[in-house]
């Protein structure tokens, strides 16, 4: 083979590798874009509903955002938003794990036990250390408030 077409093959090689790697990389760039749109839909759920979601709850939401998002891709969108700090999980004994966003302070939860739905409070009654017995020191607490939310309780006066 003369060195001519050698370098004309060679030539040839280079571009078709060129296109492969772009090919690649726009299919990487639409993935990108998919995975975006599908964690602004999840985030956007979480704003809308103004209170932390379960798994399931999110999935409805967001479902109507993006028609055929599945629940793995609530899981793998979930982890992405946690690993950048823009959520945090609940986690009550007993219930599904909760999602809601970085809160801005310290704050409580109330959960309806007719909906099962989590809704953040945001006061605190502060002087728990009364409570403990002489000596003792507290250092944290958790409080879980449970009852009936508003729209179920208007449900049982209807
Ligand atoms: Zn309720
Ligand atoms: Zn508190």
């Not at 979601?53 to 055929?68: F, P, S, T, W, Y």
């Not at 793995?72 to 809601?100: C, F, M, S």
Request: hydrophobic share 35%.
């Amino acid at each position: 083979m003369s060195s001519k077409y050698y370098l004309k093959w060679k030539c040839i090689i280079i571009s078709v590798k060129i296109l492969i790697i772009g090919y690649q990389q726009f299919g990487n760039m639409v993935d990108m874009e998919r995975d975006t749109k599908q964690r602004q839909a999840i985030y956007k759920a979480l704003v809308n509903a103004g209170r932390p979601l379960a798994v399931n709850e999110l999935l409805v939401l967001a479902k109507r955002e993006i028609a055929g998002l599945g629940i793995a891709t609530v899981y793998r969108n979930l982890k992405v938003l946690h690993e950048e700090k823009r959520i945090v999980y609940v986690d009550l004994p007993g219930q599904p794990p909760r999602w809601e966003l970085v809160p801005e302070g310290h704050h409580h939860h109330f959960l309806c036990r007719t909906c099962n739905k989590l809704f953040e409070v945001h006061d605190c009654p502060e002087d728990l250390q009364r409570l403990l017995p002489k000596g003792y020191t507290l250092e944290e607490h958790d409080i879980l408030l449970r009852g009936k939310c508003n729209a179920c309780s208007s449900d049982t006066n209807t």
